[in-house]
């Protein structure tokens, strides 16, 4: 499947969204979600997941803990973006996930992510998004610097509730940094 990056888009994660993710989490495979850095044992069931979910979009921006983006291709939804650790006008951790497997390292993330990081920042007024990929894998860690991102540092951690303990590569994006690059995009 070729994927026309001109009709992409984003947008905001609704409760008829929600089953797409929790199918996503629950029918990749288990070496797919362990190369991503996922401890099976932490990964919690599809209930607990819809209900954590549902009441996220309930809330307003101001008290979200987690933030979602659907990414669309073509029409068709083909994975999410996320923030969680929000504090909100600071800054937040993103995550990026694309859910059909014979769309990814095809270039698609790199506008997607732009896309999101507009919303991000101006919904959840951050100053600073910063992500912390499995140092393993690869294409998050490629798109990222191809994005823009700003590598801070190699570190072990446990980047968030549903990981074991890994290696990762911390990567950053300010808020300047992007309107940066929102101009220059213009200008090219």
């Not at 490629?142 to 968030?160: E, S």
Request: hydrophobic residues 35%; aromatic residues 10%.
């Amino acid at each position: 499947m070729t994927t026309n990056v001109n009709h992409i888009k984003v947008s905001m994660m609704n409760k008829e969204d929600i089953h797409d993710i929790i199918d996503y989490w629950h029918s990749s495979s288990d070496s797919y979600l362990e190369s991503m850095g996922v401890d099976l044992s932490k990964l919690p069931s599809p209930k607990d997941l819809l209900n954590y979910l549902e009441s996220q979009a309930e809330l307003p921006l101001s008290e979200k803990t987690s933030f979602a983006l659907i990414w669309w291709s073509d029409g068709k939804k083909i994975g999410h973006c996320n923030l969680n650790q929000i504090v909100f006008g600071e800054q937040a951790q993103l995550h990026l996930h694309i859910w059909d497997s014979s769309i990814r390292k095809k270039g698609i993330g790199s506008k997607l992510i732009l896309k999101s990081l507009e919303s991000f920042f101006g919904n959840m007024k951050l100053k600073k998004i910063y992500c912390e990929p499995y140092a393993l894998n690869d294409a998050p860690n490629r798109t990222l610097k191809k994005v823009g991102f700003t590598f801070v540092k190699k570190h072990t951690t446990i980047p968030g509730s549903i990981n074991f303990e890994q290696e990762v590569n911390q990567w950053e994006m300010t808020f300047e940094k992007f309107k940066e690059l929102e101009i220059s995009q213009r200008v090219h």
